[in-house]
């Protein structure tokens, strides 16, 4: 049997990911046009925009990343902002760790700017690590993003030597890494910043400061100094919060697990026409075919379509893109097919349609069979998801929504709208004595109320130009304010159920009670109808 080989890890930071990203979607290059300007990345925050990235001319000017945009405006007037999209920089490091993969067999993302790749065995196909190196640094700049990279026996040591290591370091197998990395700072492993500081302030700068005291003891000051640290950070589980933990993982002595990056192709059906088509009736029967292709992809996966996208591709160059989401997985043909024939009516053919193409953007898993339920709904009609589509697709998705109770003893907050078929999250029930109308209005009207006290029971009202004579009153049930969410001005509510001489019933509420210090006399409130 031959021997395993050693572990090899390729780290590759992309330095200016945020900045390069900016800049490519101008369609601009490096110091051309705006880049020649000092520019920088924001997010808004509490305490006002806070500078997440900026270019290299913002960098001379004297800005710098984590400092408030007030602050940078003193150094620099003249800097430009740009607002910062995290969520986009990671969907472009999620495409960029499968593209490495060129390089490995298989790769992983290192939030927020970096990927690692194991290269464990492959190195010699590019003509050794340096010459690979030299290779994933001049592909990167071909597509105009700014890396640093390196090569170590594990993850740690690798990230550390690309984030603050010479130019394009290796670490082989046999090499001391220790001694390797020993003048690297304590930011190398990756720590908090809280434990940084720290370390700082114990006087532990450099790798191997630390790793004196963390390795076996040399004298008794250091085996105290060890012991201290130990007992300092041995009740933190998270590596980021123990820089032990980090020391270990560095020099390969505890294992650290890493979640590959794994692509996952979607279905896709497409037919390329011989003659473009134009007219309806073709273009239904191209769009059932595509049906059928992708429910036997599905079902050959085991899944069932959230979201499909039907594509259009016009002779002229014109792509019509037409997209629906389904309440539930489903594979059925005629469903999907009926979906998308309400949403082709606006369809313009040009000169003739010569591609048409399907695909799932969004599948979810669905067992080959159909339950009994749905098989008794589809014998006796439309299966309630089906109709929900259909209603989705002809209203709109914000249209066909339900609604939940959510925990709140407000009335008005008492329950939220939720996507027809999400299950409903879990909530109090209500209790016995809490009596709500039939309708609530979408926001209490102001009624103009004439009662014996202040603090007393109403005897008439004037509601929408209307004097109403209360004859029965019931009440009152009183509703405190959300103390952990409102200002402690707010005040209580006093809720009355009436009757006026018509036999109208309402819900009306006192905002307030006679001194109680939170505002004048009470304001009363019409909320709801009742049956």
Known sequence: MPPTPPRRILAIWCARLSVDRWRLAHGLDLGEGADAEPTALITETAHGPRIDAVNH?????????????ADARTICPQIRVAPSDPAG????????????????????????????????????????????????????ARRKLAVRTAIAPTAGAAW??????????????????????????????????????????????????????????????EAAARDA????????????????????????????????????QMPLVQRRLMEPIRHRSLLDRVLADLAADMARELE????????????????????????????????????ITRLFTTRLDDIDAGFGIETVRLRTSWAE?????????????????????????????????????RPVPFASHLPERAQRWQAALD??????????????????????????VLYASPDGLPQRFRWRGRVHEVVRVEGPERIAPEWWRAKSTVRLRDYYRIEDAGGSRFWIYRHGIVGDGRGGAPDWYLQGLCA
């Open 365 to 401: 898993p669905l067992a080959p069979a159909q339950s009994d339920v749905e098989e008794a709904a589809e014998r006796h009609g439309t299966s309630l998801s089906a109709c929900i589509d259909r209603l989705t697709v002809r209203l709109g998705p914000g249209a066909v929504r």
């Open 423 to 448: 299950p409903e999250p879990s909530s109090q029930g209500m209790l016995e004595f809490q009596h709500r109308p039939l309708k609530l209005l979408d926001r209490p009207e102001k009624v103009a």
């Open 229 to 264: 640290l130990q007992r300092r950070f041995r009740n933190r589980k998270s590596p980021s919060a123990n820089p032990l933990i980090r020391l270990d993982q560095l020099l390969g002595k505890v294992p650290e697990p890493l979640l590959p990056v794994v692509p996952q």
């Open 89 to 140: 920089d990671l969907d472009f490091l999620e495409k960029l760790a499968l593209w490495v993969q060129r390089w490995g067999p298989w790769s992983t993302l290192d939030p927020p700017d970096g990927v690692l790749v194991d290269i464990t065995a492959a190195a010699h196909l590019f003509g050794g690590e340096t010459r690979l190196l030299t290779d994933v640094e001049a592909a990167f």
């Open 160 to 221: 550390a030597l690309a984030h603050y290591g010479p130019v394009r370091a290796v670490v082989g197998s046999q090499d001391n890494a220790l001694q390797r990395l020993a003048d690297l700072p304590v930011a190398a492993l990756r720590l908090d910043q809280d434990v940084l500081t720290v370390l700082r302030r114990l006087g532990l700068k450099r790798l191997g400061d630390l790793a004196n005291i963390a390795t076996g003891a040399v004298d008794r000051a």
């Open 57 to 69: 001319a913002g960098r001379a000017a004297g800005a710098q990343p984590g400092t408030m945009l």
């Open 300 to 335: 050959a996966r085991g899944e069932g379509a959230r979201r499909l996208e039907l594509g259009l591709w016009r002779v002229d160059g014109e792509v019509l893109v037409r997209r629906i989401e389904l309440a539930a997985a489903t594979r059925e043909p005629g469903h």
